[in-house]
């Protein structure tokens, strides 16, 4: 989600990557709903590991982990990056519930992220 709206607000200013530690098969399907209903098509995304940027040698300025407060230890490291912050924000794999709570609960992460990278990078 974060990927998504940096691209999306932030234009050109910014190259974007998004992966995690142990990556699913798949983008979350509620992921990829709410994020349609702000215009952001993840559809054709796929998860990407984080091991595998370093294990390339990419190197970033910048690093933002998404990882929430309880996995913050096992968030990924990038060696010879400049700025590195965390915005623990929940997993939706953690969703509980019925399917429409499990969205709402989604939707709520969603305007989080999207509330934060706008604060963030000032747009």
Not at 24 to 52: C, Q, T, W, Y
Request: glycine share 6%; hydrophobic share 35%.
């Amino acid at each position: 989600m974060a990927e998504g709206y940096l691209n999306k607000i932030g234009g050109d200013r910014y190259t974007v990557k998004s992966a995690g530690l142990n990556p699913a098969e798949a983008v979350n399907p509620m992921v990829i709903e709410v994020m349609k209903e702000e215009g952001i098509d993840l559809s054709r995304n796929h998860p990407k590991a984080a091991f595998d940027f370093v294990k390339s040698g990419t190197l970033f300025s910048h690093v933002i982990t998404v990882c929430d407060k309880e996995t913050d230890a096992s968030c990924p490291i990038f060696p010879g990056i400049t700025k590195r912050e965390n915005w623990p924000f929940p997993d939706p794999e953690t969703a509980a519930g019925s399917y429409q709570e499990k969205l709402d609960q989604v939707r709520t992460i969603r305007d989080s992220i999207k509330a934060k990278i706008i604060d963030a990078f000032e747009l």
